[in-house]
């Protein structure tokens, strides 16, 4: 079965690293630092998007990107970790014989440093950016296959509406960043990371699954 996993929030703690990264590029740039909720606000759509939030007029994000992606670097090293649980059932889902792929907003640098940081790169055969797609919904569209059972597993509305879009499950990581009203539209939900393997069995064992195969 391809279980499709998004990254911040459903499988990386990725509030602590963000902020870490924009409070030293604004102190960089000598800009003032907004509230927490503005850094935060726009971080899971992606680096341009959280940027263009919190830098003032007259400073370009791209023209900042390269700090941006050094200071995020050194967050990662320095504060990265991942939510209790995660590994463990991302090694019970890879030896139960399941393929993992990472489908995340983020820049593949970002992604393939946050796995070989946390040490799970090896459980997953391959990941993904939206970086040139128009949504996630048409990534995953790209990841799925005929005959392949597929269930996408994320935290945010974007990833139960990607699911959805493409005749999948969605099973809504309900510890991570996301909101309850955000994620009801879920089909199963984890309220803990080990939630996860038992919510994949409850896909495989519902009899319904074959409307969407």
Known sequence: MLLIFDLDGTLFQAKPVVLLAVRRLLYQLGVPEPDESA????????????????????????????????????????????????????????????????????????????????????????????????????????????????VVIGDAHGDISAAHENGLRAIAAAYGYGNKEMLKPADFFARTPEEIADRVRDYITDPRRQERM
Do not use: W
């Open 39 to 150: 850094i935060l606000k726009n971080a899971g759509r992606g680096a341009i998007d959280m940027l263009i939030g919190v830098l003032p007029e007259g400073i370009e994000p791209a023209a900042v990107m390269p700090d941006y992606y050094k200071q995020m670097r050194a967050a990662i090293l320095e504060r990265g970790a991942l939510f209790d649980g995660v590994r463990n059932t991302l090694e019970q889902l890879y030896e139960d014989g399941h393929e993992l792929v990472i489908c995340s907003n983020s820049p593949m640098i970002y992604i393939a440093l946050v796995l070989e940081h946390t040490g799970i790169a090896g459980l997953f055969t391959n990941y993904y950016s939206t970086e040139g797609y128009k949504s996630k919904s048409e990534l995953v569209s790209k990841l799925i296959r005929p005959g392949v059972p597929a």
